[in-house]
């Protein structure tokens, strides 16, 4: 049973609440966010070779929705069980969250967070682009719109910039992290170099970025001696199935199940369910009803 937050006058508020535990414990979970398909534009397409390999080797979820449009609201309820009315992608200055957030639920657990962003400048950059060509951008950066993160000096250490993770993965890894391309490496594309890039382009250049980043993190020491998941997932699709479309959903996990395609009907919410559960920590508005992916993250 999972236990949540009364509402008043109907609205879930932004408290937290205990969960169940419904999935089985986790060490270390990383989600890496992708841009603006849809499942069928993934699944099954051969410029996202990786993508299907991974796929087919691990688990698929078959049935995952995003829950709006257009990109910010998608990162902000991912971490935070809602996007609490943000219908733009406009500077996360202007939509500042006085709510908990999941990296304040691990804080409080004692456990470890971090954000990994591609081409971010420096730890802690609260910037909304960077260079000027815009590869970094803070809309694709959920943490940063909630107070508990950019209102700490101590939690925007935790944001850095990919190049780190390398040296993270020799040593001492947090219990839970996001993993961000910037947008010429996350199928957004749109500017800079990649400004005229096909989408066939824009796929196999994330493709093969997301594989060398997975790759990485399943070679390390660490990858081997527990229970530990990488999820891909994309922000929104195209259509407005679900609110922001059917997209891909893909778990890799260490201990997990192989080969499994999982029909149940997920989304973000349930998402952030699964790694609430997996972690132990309290759920957060629309997580606390959400129905977790237990089946891909169940232990062999």
């Known amino acids: 049973m999972k236990i949540c937050v009364a509402a008043v006058a109907g609205i879930l ?16 979970i990383f989600v890496m966010m992708e841009e603006n398909h849809e499942y069928s534009q993934i699944i099954g397409n051969p410029k ?4 299907n390999d991974l796929a087919k080797t691990y688990g698929l979820a078959t049935n995952y929705d995003s829950v709006t449009h257009p990109s910010a609201p998608n ?3 991912l971490v935070g069980g809602s996007y609490f009315g943000i219908q733009d992608d406009n500077p996360w200055q202007t939509h500042k969250l006085n709510d908990p957030d999941l990296t304040s639920e691990l804080v409080k657990a004692g456990l470890t967070w971090k954000g990994y962003f591609q081409s971010m400048p420096h730890p802690g950059y609260t ?10 951008a803070s ?8 107070d508990v993160v950019n209102g700490s000096k101590a939690q925007l250490k935790h944001e850095v910039p990919i190049t780190e993770l390398t040296k993270d993965l020799a040593g001492a890894m947090p219990n839970f992290a996001v993993i961000i391309p910037d947008q010429c490496h996350d199928m957004h594309g749109g500017y800079g170099k990649c400004a ?31 229970n530990n998941a990488i999820v891909i997932v994309w922000d929104e699709g195209t259509t407005n199935i679900g609110g922001g479309g059917h997209v891909a959903a893909i778990v890799i996990t260490s201990t997990g199940p192989k080969a499994l395609q999982d029909a149940t009907l997920y989304n973000h919410y349930g998402l952030l369910a699964t790694i609430q559960d997996a972690l132990g920590v309290g759920c957060l508005q629309n997580s606390c009803s959400a129905t977790p992916m237990a089946k891909l993250f169940a232990h062999n």
């Open 13 to 28: 508020l932004a408290a937290t609440a205990a969960r169940a535990g419904s999935v089985s414990p986790y060490d270390h």
């Open 48 to 51: 996202a070779r990786h993508f």
């Open 75 to 77: 990162y902000v309820a």
């Open 127 to 136: 910037g909304n682009c960077y260079p000027g060509s815009c590869y970094y």
């Open 139 to 146: 809309k694709h950066n959920g943490p940063i719109y909630y």
């Open 196 to 226: 005229n890039w096909t989408d066939d382009k824009l796929v196999s250049v994330a493709d093969d970025y997301a594989e060398s980043v997975v790759s990485q993190i399943t070679k390390a020491s660490f990858w081997s001696k527990g």
